[in-house]
């Protein structure tokens, strides 16, 4: 479906974000960010002008390496960009004192984009069942292996004994009917073509094992660039907040953007589980996945969430 561009500046909610005096020279954001459905929300704001209309000129920077983004904000070649939250924790804690400048995907319970997958004929039943077994994650010390680890325990497992493997869903499938995994986190839109194969069932949702509301990506800045442009931060903050709002509940107009942009066939991403996007950004979103992640090592000590935030 096209998105009228008049239609969606009104459901967007043009006037929270006014426009700047004709005189006045945009500010330029360089923004990076991996083309993902993540990337949704900021695509629709800049495709109606939102952006522009808070004054801000946003040239997006495509890149696939969150490494290489976190040195590029790091650097001061990269404004702003979007981040798993834990490789924001991880920097946090090592000095690099980042801060989140505005929520991105969040995880709910009720529409997990991330699943725990085994092969329909696994002789395991629960994940007490996981001592001793390889689980494949996406990163290796990220939100959904921690998850897994506090989902094993809970079942009466234990967590110490398991194996885990990184590498990229696309690969997961085969990884589990090869026998070099027992157990996968699949992301979207790996996991629906995973699990429309019949090959596999669900085993349980590793973000839940955290928090049931979880704040999982987050643009952020360095906390240098925040504070000498905090009306930047604050415009920014504000144009991505009701974009979230809007692509939350606009998953079909916003086929077309992501599709262009990201590439990715736009019959595949009609069929997946959309991510949801933060529209208030709370502390409460932040801290369990700070607790978890000292509790299972990823950082040496918790911190108050609050350190984080814009």
Not at 74 to 94: N, Q
Not at 141 to 159: C, F, V, W
Not at 173 to 192: E, W
């Amino acid at each position: 479906m096209r998105l009228a561009r008049r239609t969606a500046l009104g459901l967007l909610g043009a006037a929270a974000t006014p426009r700047p005096l004709r005189a006045q020279p945009l500010t330029v954001v360089r923004v990076g960010a991996a083309l993902d459905d993540g990337l949704t929300p900021l695509l629709y704001a800049l495709h109606v002008g939102a952006f522009k209309n808070a004054g801000l000129d946003v040239q997006l920077q495509g890149s696939q390496n969150g490494a290489a983004l976190a040195a590029g904000v790091a650097g001061g070649a990269i404004d702003i960009a979007k981040s798993a939250l834990m490789s924001l924790l991880t920097a946090y804690v090592r000095g690099v004192r980042f801060k989140i400048v505005a929520g991105a995907a969040l995880y709910t319970g009720a529409s997990p984009t991330t699943l725990l997958c085994v092969l329909k004929d696994s002789p395991m039943r629960s994940l007490a069942d996981a001592n001793g077994k390889t689980i494949a994650v996406s990163t290796l010390r990220g939100m959904d292996s921690i998850g897994t680890q506090a989902l094993i325990d809970r079942s009466g497992g234990d967590a110490s004994t398991v194996k885990f493997i990184e590498m990229p869903s696309s690969a997961m499938l085969v990884a589990l009917q090869q026998g070099r995994a027992d157990i996968a986190s699949i992301i979207t839109p790996a996991l629906g073509a995973a699990i429309a194969s019949g090959n596999v069932r669900t085993f349980g949702d590793p973000y839940g094992g955290i928090a049931p509301r979880l704040l999982i990506a987050a643009w952020f800045a360095s906390g240098d660039y925040v504070a000498r442009n905090p009306t930047v931060a604050q415009r920014f903050a504000r144009v991505m907040r009701d974009a979230n709002a809007y692509a939350n509940t606009h998953h079909d107009e916003t086929v077309p953007l992501l599709a262009e942009y990201s590439h990715i066939d736009p019959d595949v991403i009609a069929k997946m589980n959309r991510l949801v996007n933060v529209t208030t950004l709370e502390p409460s979103l932040v801290q369990p996945a700070i607790d978890a992640a000292a509790k299972y090592k990823v950082i040496d000590a918790p911190f108050p969430a609050r350190e984080l935030l814009l």
